[in-house]
């Protein structure tokens, strides 16, 4: 009866979240998506020319009483744009701290919503190279695999909005036909483009009143997102004091991955169902690559790369191996989903310092396609992945600079082809908001920088407004806001005034 209870308060609420209009595309786990495609489809008011102008500013700083353990320091936030509740509306970004702390932050009124510690004493290790301890993973709100749609909310049983036209006699409720225009042939050579609709999501809506974290004691940690009380007990998932990435959760089921073998966990990809406690894993017997860890295609099937050179397709849930490439050289990054010709391919960057492609549903095959390599170059978190006006995909890398690349035809499959590059030092992985890429430097007193997506052409930076090195958690956006987190504990907001 509780959790019968529960499950229709979430309904409700996601019923007052539509009813309000909020169509949104909140970010709500490392990457936006569940793809990790660094991608917020489309912004109120970022744009090309608008970031240009004096009102794209700096709109805050807040610091958060907590200190960083080894290079763990802030998580970047998820974020909840539209909440209902007794206090008004709210837009919250919720992030957590190496020792154990969790924060929301109303992003409107700079201003400290809740928090919760969950500590790290005498009973976690000192933290050492590569094994920080602590809160590790970014929290998450649910996510669906589905693609975002351009417009942004990604409901049940469909990718973007929908329509109707007048229905037949007894035939059920009537809706005005929405008048299109015909639309021209596509010419032979013109960019490939995804027009898939996405198989139904079940439990979409499921959860959108909470947000998740991993503590230190490796327990999946359920939170009301208006005031941080536990929605549900502690829920057992990882190891004591892993060093656990890229949380999701999707469905119903929690995943993340480990690696280092921090605590003792074995390095892998872990999945637990928050219905029933179940936990599954996938033991890859090398460190798993990236920050995140993992991402899901459309279909519900996780990749994940490692440093022995694999890459693993997985089912949702059990994480059984679907199919698996083993390559010669060390990946750095988790695969990221391309979506592409009506297809998921995957880019992933290795240790030599090149991008290696690969079409998802022919992943044993090997490479389709790959860049030439810059030794030593990437970041962690290095990819991003969007598609402009024109219909070109484009696929982002941190390598030496912000490198660009065009999915193009060639021999008659995808490759990628050089565009541009910007040169930022060290940059952590950069993100793309309508067709605005920022990226920020990774060394010394961090600088964002805002850059035109299809020239590389510098649009805006922050100049000297930021105090500290970024976290290496990466960057965040919401509507009209991109958000940065850096290692002496504060939260930076750049973006458009509001009106308060």
Wanted: glycine share 12%.
């Amino acid at each position: 009866m509780r959790r019968a209870w529960r499950s229709s308060v979430a309904y409700v609420a996601g019923a007052l979240l539509l009813t309000a209009g909020a169509a949104a595309q909140d970010w709500t786990t490392l990457g936006n998506d569940a793809q990790r495609s660094g991608w917020m489809r489309s912004s109120p008011k970022i744009s090309i020319q608008s970031v240009q102008t004096p009102d794209f500013q700096m709109l805050w700083r807040h610091d958060l009483d907590t200190e960083p353990r080894g290079e763990s320091s802030l998580t970047a936030p998820v974020l909840l744009d539209f909440l209902i509740s007794h206090k008004g509306f709210r837009s919250l970004a919720f992030l957590g701290a190496a020792d154990g702390s969790v924060f929301a932050i109303d992003t409107d009124l700079d201003r400290r919503e809740w928090s919760r510690h969950f500590g790290v004493g005498e009973q976690y290790p000192a933290p050492k190279p590569g094994c920080p301890g602590g809160m590790t993973a970014s929290l998450s709100r649910p996510t669906v695999a589905a693609l975002p749609s351009l417009g942004g909310f990604t409901g049940p049983r469909r990718r973007s909005p929908g329509f109707s036209g007048v229905g037949d006699p007894n035939a059920g409720a009537v809706t005005l036909k929405k008048d299109e225009p015909a639309r021209p042939s596509r010419p032979a050579d013109a960019p490939k483009r995804s027009t898939r609709v996405q198989a139904p999501q079940g439990r979409v809506l499921r959860g959108l009143s909470v947000v998740y974290a991993v503590t230190p004691d490796g327990k999946l940690r359920t939170m009301l997102v208006s005031n941080g009380y536990d929605h549900e007990p502690p829920m057992p998932f990882l190891p004591a004091n892993a060093k656990a990435v890229g949380l999701m959760v999707v469905d119903g089921v929690a995943y993340a991955a480990t690696t280092g073998g921090c605590g003792g966990a074995p390095d892998g990809v872990w999945a637990v169902d928050t219905e029933t406690g179940k936990v599954s894993s996938w033991k890859s017997g090398a460190a798993v690559a990236g920050l995140d860890g993992f991402s899901m295609g459309p279909d519900g099937t996780l990749y994940a790369a490692t440093a022995d050179g694999r890459v693993v397709a997985l089912e949702a849930k059990t994480l059984k191996i679907k199919a698996e490439h083993k390559g010669s050289d060390a990946y750095v990054s988790a695969p990221m989903v391309i979506d592409y010709d009506d297809q998921d391919y995957l880019a992933v960057a290795r240790k030599d310092g090149s991008i290696v492609l690969f079409q998802g549903a022919s992943l044993s095959g090997g490479p389709i396609g790959r860049t030439p390599g810059e030794p030593g170059a990437f970041s962690s978190d290095a990819l991003a992945t969007w598609r402009d006006a024109s219909d070109v995909t484009w696929v982002l890398a941190a390598r030496n600079g912000i490198e660009a690349f065009k999915m193009v035809e060639k021999n008659g499959k995808p490759s990628l082809e050089p565009a541009w590059k910007a040169d930022i030092a060290s940059p952590l992985a950069p993100i793309v908001v309508d067709n605005v890429v920022f990226a920020a430097s990774g060394k010394g007193a961090a600088v964002l920088h805002a850059l035109e997506g299809t020239t590389g052409k510098g649009l805006w930076t922050s100049g000297q407004s930021i105090a500290a090195p970024a976290a290496q958690t990466g960057l965040t956006a919401g509507p009209n806001t991109v958000y940065l987190a850096t290692r002496d504990g504060a939260l930076y907001a750049f973006g458009f005034p509001i009106e308060h």
